[in-house]
């Protein structure tokens, strides 16, 4: 089973700051089964991106992701109000489809 | 417009079954993997499972907390996924998501996700 370890754990940033979230892997992890999602409270997730660095439909471009093999980083460039939410990683190249902890990031 | 909408969910015993529904719409659902994905109460994401569709071999795999107790089907022809949960335990409660798979071009990702309905099991 792939692990997948998210930092940190939680994350206090104000509107306007850049938030960067790490997800490691616990085995090499290809890019093309690697996805970020966005899961405010009571909702279900959203895909925010795809292929460790494409956006999904309807995301905007302050997210962005990158990364290969173990490490990946979902980056917000500058936070808005609405980005406040939990980040999931998920790997879909062996099952279980693992997803990470999650990262919650809140209003500083 | 892309849709999955989940049923079936409620209150069940320990030892007892449930079997919930995905309904879909919107696009060729044997084009489409779909997986099931569930959240306990205040925690993360758990992926239970997933079936692939037809074109892709309609392989089907489990997660270890769940395998030899839940199944996965389909029914192509009326775009509708179930999950069969036997054998129920306490750590099964949880809010229970049905998704979509995407094979997009060299990609496979989950893109859309079902509102998601709640399995209690408690006495």
């Known amino acids: 089973e792939v692990v997948l370890t998210q930092s940190p754990g939680t994350l206090s940033l104000s509107p306007g700051e850049r938030a960067t979230l790490s997800c490691r892997a616990s085995?090499?992890?290809?890019?093309?089964?690697f996805a970020w999602y966005q899961q405010k409270f009571g909702r279900a997730p959203r895909l925010l991106i795809f292929g460790a660095s494409n956006r999904a439909t309807g995301i905007p471009d302050r997210f962005s992701g990158s990364g290969s093999g173990t490490d990946f980083t979902l980056t917000i460039s500058r936070l808005e109000p609405e980005d406040f939410a939990v980040y999931y990683c998920q790997q879909s190249v062996l099952a279980p489809h693992t997803f990470g902890q999650g990262t919650k990031l809140e209003i500083k | 417009e892309v849709q999955l909408v989940e049923s079936g969910g409620g209150l069940v015993q320990p030892g007892r079954s449930l079997r919930l529904s995905c309904t879909t719409s919107g696009f060729i659902f044997g084009d489409y993997a779909v997986s099931w994905v569930r959240q306990a109460p205040g925690k993360g994401l758990e992926w239970v499972g997933f079936?692939?569709?037809?074109?892709?071999?309609?392989?089907?795999e489990y997660a270890p907390s769940v395998n030899g107790r839940f199944s996965i089907s389909r029914d192509d022809s009326k775009s509708i996924a179930y999950l069969q949960m036997d054998s129920l335990k306490t750590e099964d409660t949880a809010v229970y998501f049905c998704t979509r798979g995407n094979y997009d071009r060299a990609f496979y990702y989950t893109d859309y996700w079902g509102p998601g309905t709640l399995v209690t099991v408690s006495t």
């Open positions: 085995q090499t992890v290809q890019t093309e089964n």
């Open positions: 079936m692939r569709g037809k074109a892709h071999g309609g392989a089907i």
